[in-house]
């Protein structure tokens, strides 16, 4: 089981990014997938889930309005918008399946600042 994410970077309040985590080594359409995010000296959050067919999505409190989760099961990859960045997302964001076994990418940097 592999999970990379990528599409992180350093942007300006009030900018977007689109969050992606590319999935192999299992039935990717099978598993829900979720996205947590941990900010310096903070400990892991969950930010939002999304089911195995995209049907039902969940967010955190904190994010709901400007976060969006979604998946392409046909390209094995989930994805996180995120607009109106805030500071208070700077974090390390991470893509998360399994449930018994939990499998973890290896995260990626969303740095916002002006």
């Known amino acids: 089981v592999q999970l990379v994410e990528s599409g992180g970077g350093s942007v300006q309040p009030g900018g977007s990014l689109r969050l992606s985590c590319v999935a192999s080594?299992?039935?990717?359409?099978?598993?829900?997938m979720s996205w947590y995010r941990q900010a310096p000296g903070k400990e892991r959050e969950w930010v939002a889930r999304?089911?195995?067919?995209?049907?039902?999505?969940s967010y955190a409190d904190s994010v709901k309005g400007r976060f969006t989760i979604s998946r392409d099961n046909a390209k094995n990859t989930a994805y996180l918008k995120i607009n109106n960045l805030k500071p208070e997302d700077t974090a390390v964001y991470y893509c998360?399946?399994?449930?018994?076994?939990?499998?973890w990418g290896q995260g990626t940097q969303v740095t916002v600042s002006s």
């Open positions: 998360k399946t399994g449930s018994v076994r939990e499998y």
């Open positions: 080594g299992f039935p990717f359409s099978t598993y829900a």
């Open positions: 999304i089911t195995s067919l995209g049907g039902s999505t």
